[in-house]
T-cell receptor, first 113, second 113 residues
Framework: NAGVTQTPKFRILKIGQSMTLQCTQDMNHNYMYWYRQDPGMGLKLIYYSVGAGITDKGEVPNGYNVSRSTTEDFPLRLELAAPSQTSVYFC????????????FGSGTQLSVL | QKEVEQDPGPLSVPEGAIVSLNCTYS??????FMWYRQYSRKGPELLMYTYSSGNKEDGRFTAQVDKSSKYISLFIRDSQPSDSATYLCAMSLSNFGNEKLTFGTGTRLTIIP
């Protein structure tokens, strides 16, 4: 049981480039989330999904897109990378009951230069 | 004013000491309170989950919630070097779904052998 797996672990992008951060989970969780973590700012929710085909914006969605075609996968797309998107990105998943805890991946450290 | 305030530290204490980590919050509607532990270059993992006011104990860890003061604490007894990590508080209005979870900025803790 691998849990939540994120790839890549590190990436450097040039301004204006695009990339997709991959996230997959093997716990059959319906809920999946993307967060970014900046120093002194805490975890901020970018997008989330309550099931395949359903996504919704979080607190900081601008500059990002997501899709959810399967229960397992929840990729995050950056279309035109900007320095403000330099951050550590975490994918997480949880079950659909009450008091369900978040399971996090190990993160992707992204630098936009 | 941030919705959740947490002293970023860093906090360094000798092995075996009692550690006290704290968060204050402004939204009196928060009902569910969590502490996550995050090791360096890893995703957060849930440590403690409490509902409303009171104490909850799990081994060397005690979570305390004082809703009248809008103040939550995490106590670590007999601290160990393996407790060295960043501790994030989190809180929510609901125990269903994590999209409304609000995180603190984290306190970095080092236990000195």
């Amino acid at each position: 049981n691998a849990g939540v797996t994120q790839t890549p672990k590190f990436r450097i992008l040039k301004i204006g480039q695009s990339m997709t951060l991959q996230c997959t989970q093997d716990m059959n969780h319906n809920y999946m989330y993307w967060y970014r973590q900046d120093p002194g700012m805490g975890l901020k929710l970018i997008y989330y999904s309550v099931g395949a085909g359903i996504t919704d914006k979080g607190e900081v969605p601008n500059g990002y897109n997501v899709s959810r075609s399967t229960t397992e996968d929840f990729p995050l797309r950056l279309e035109l990378a900007a320095p403000s998107q330099t951050s550590v990105y975490f994918c997480a998943s949880s079950g659909t009951g009450t008091n369900e805890k978040l399971f996090f991946g190990s993160g992707t450290q992204l630098s936009v230069l | 004013q941030k919705e959740v305030e947490q002293d970023p530290g860093p906090l360094s204490v000798p092995e075996g000491a009692i550690v006290s980590l704290n968060c204050t919050y402004s939204n009196s509607a928060f009902q569910y309170f969590m502490w996550y532990r995050q090791y360096s270059r890893k995703g957060p993992e849930l440590l403690m989950y409490t509902y409303s006011s009171g104490n909850k104990e799990d081994g060397r860890f005690t979570a305390q919630v004082d809703k009248s003061s809008k103040y939550i604490s995490l106590f670590i007894r007999d601290s160990q070097p393996s407790d060295s990590a960043t501790y994030l508080c989190a809180m929510s209005l609901s125990n269903f779904g994590n999209e409304k979870l609000t995180f603190g900025t984290g306190t970095r803790l080092t236990i000195i052998p």
